[in-house]
Nanobody, 116 residues
Framework: QVQLVESGGGLVQPGGSLRLSCAASGSIFSIYAMGWYRQAPGKQRDLVATITSGGSTNYADSVKGRFTITRDNAVNTVYLQMNSLKPEDTAVYYC??????????WGQGTQVTVSS
């Protein structure tokens, strides 16, 4: 089992920045990759960014060049640095972890609101 706890959401003005954190605990040695997803009201949950245990990253086209995913293995934490935020980035952001072929562990979510 893997437990994930997100933090760092909030209200920010367009063009601003936020950094989300996701602390993992439990069977962390089994984690192959971690990622961030987001879900806006009335929409499906979409991939934002992922990072493997080897450090390979992947980003949704909508956030490339603005968001950066990193991991600190010493503290079992994954970060999502979000710059140049836009109103359309408003969503609940979820941290996820995968041991097998799919993301089966999820955090509780953290709200990000981009508004003036």
């Amino acid at each position: 089992q893997v437990q994930l706890v997100e933090s760092g959401g909030g209200l920010v003005q367009p063009g601003g920045s936020l950094r989300l954190s996701c602390a993992a605990s439990g069977s962390i040695f089994s984690i192959y990759a971690m990622g961030w997803y987001r879900q806006a009201p009335g929409k499906q949950r979409d991939l934002v960014a992922t990072i493997t245990s080897g450090g390979s990253t992947n980003y949704a086209d909508s956030v490339k060049g603005r968001f950066t995913i990193t991991r600190d293995n010493a503290v079992n934490t994954v970060y999502l640095q979000m710059n140049s935020l836009k109103p359309e980035d408003t969503a609940v952001y979820y941290c996820a972890a995968r041991i097998g072929p799919t993301y089966q562990y999820w955090g509780q979510g953290t709200q990000v609101t981009v508004s003036s």
